[in-house]
């Protein structure tokens, strides 16, 4: 998304890249034909996400003993996402994606040892690999592009679907022996249910400038996908019918800040923004129960686009500045505060070209 998302950064930067540029009928129609809003017709995009989470928190409180006593819980997800998009003219576009993760989920031993009293417990170490949920969607300018007064927003909206497997197991060591469990949801590579997407971008060039800002929000009706959470082998916890399945929580992304034609290297543009993304403690369509993890981080996000001919790069590195694990409403109902593992850092790497 936050490739596709960056789109008009790029485009409104070109037109500020060489003041002496003719902004003659003749410009503005090749750049029409061939630029970032060409018409002609189709562009692929691939993305790559990459974070490790393994800093506890409760609340905005982080839990800084985990680090010291070797309790992480650690999470290593490699996310990948493909797109195809379509335009039907200047200001109507739809996008196929489609996401691949593959993820690795690292109980500690010594967490057995020390929260669990289960001695010579091994490390329980478990992974996905595969398709997530498939996202199609339509986007539509208020202005068709190029736009020449400097400012532009679009409105996206559309469908994902229930194509990635919830329901992923893997083998694990136990002190009794191998064991086969339920990977956590965190890692689990489809929710299990349909969702509807909701999206908005928008840039205004300020001089040779240009301000931002983009967010998509996930709403998820359904419930829980009743795949058990269990992800421990050979613990016995007792049964929460709060919480006994996994939740499909709504989600949301929101980024925003400035970006700047670097000098001397034509369609070379810096960023530097914010970013906000996290998951819902109550869904706006449908029930909150089952086991969900919300909250959501605040993170300082610098990188760079480039633009060459169809082709355009970016590289996004968001780097938190605040966490917040947030209560889920079978916390609240319990009067209790679950932890959430959050990343220091994201690496976000897409490519696109139109042809």
């Known amino acids: 998304m936050a490739a596709r998302s960056s789109a008009p950064v790029i485009g409104a930067l070109c037109g500020t890249s060489n003041p002496n540029e003719s902004s003659s009928t003749s410009s503005k129609d090749t750049a029409s034909e061939s630029g ?47 797109g195809l998009t379509y335009k039907f003219n200047p200001r ?17 031993h010594e967490l057995f040892k020390v929260f ?24 539509f300018w208020v202005i068709r592009p190029p736009s020449e007064t400097g400012h532009n927003l679009a409105f996206s909206f559309g469908t ?37 997407s909701l999206g908005s ?16 929000y996930l709403i998820t009706p359904q419930e829980s996908n009743g795949t058990p ?20 929580p709504d989600q949301y992304l929101a980024d925003g800040g400035v970006a700047y034609p670097f000098p001397g290297v034509r369609g070379l543009a810096v960023k530097a923004g914010l970013r906000y993304e996290g998951v819902k403690v109550r869904d706006l369509i449908g029930g909150s129960l089952g086991f969900r993890r919300p909250g959501y981080a605040l993170s300082v996000e ?22 917040n694990r947030k209560r889920s409403v079978p916390d609240l109902l319990q009067g209790k505060a679950g932890d959430a593992a959050f990343a220091d850092y994201l690496i976000t790497v897409g490519y696109s070209r139109s042809f």
Request: charged share 15%; net charge positive; glycine share 8%.
């Open 36 to 82: 970032p809003f060409s018409a002609h017709h189709w562009s692929i995009s691939t993305g790559y996400r990459y974070q490790r989470s393994h800093r506890h928190f409760v609340g905005t409180t982080e839990q800084t003993q985990r680090e010291k006593l070797g309790t992480e819980v650690v999470n290593d997800i490699n996310l990948f996402d493909v």
């Open 92 to 108: 109507w576009s739809i996008t196929l994606s489609v996401p691949i993760m593959n993820a690795k989920r690292i109980y500690d």
């Open 116 to 139: 669990l009293h289960i001695p010579n417990a091994p490390d329980q170490v478990t992974h996905s690999t595969g398709i997530g949920d498939v996202g199609l969607s339509a986007q």
């Open 160 to 196: 994902v679907f229930p194509t990635g497997d919830y329901r992923v197991k893997d083998t694990v060591q136990t002190v009794t022996g191998p064991q086969t469990v339920y990977v956590d949801q965190s890692i689990q590579l489809g929710a299990g249910g349909y969702g509807i």
């Open 201 to 216: 971008q928008a840039y205004q060039r300020v001089g040779r400038a240009v301000l931002y800002a983009s967010g998509t």
């Open 229 to 248: 959470n269990a992800s421990l082998a050979g613990v016995k916890i007792a049964p929460n019918p709060l919480t006994s399945t996994m939740s499909i």
């Open 302 to 323: 610098p990188g760079f686009q480039y633009e060459r001919a169809k082709d355009t790069w970016s590289l996004n590195v968001p780097i938190a500045v605040q966490r």
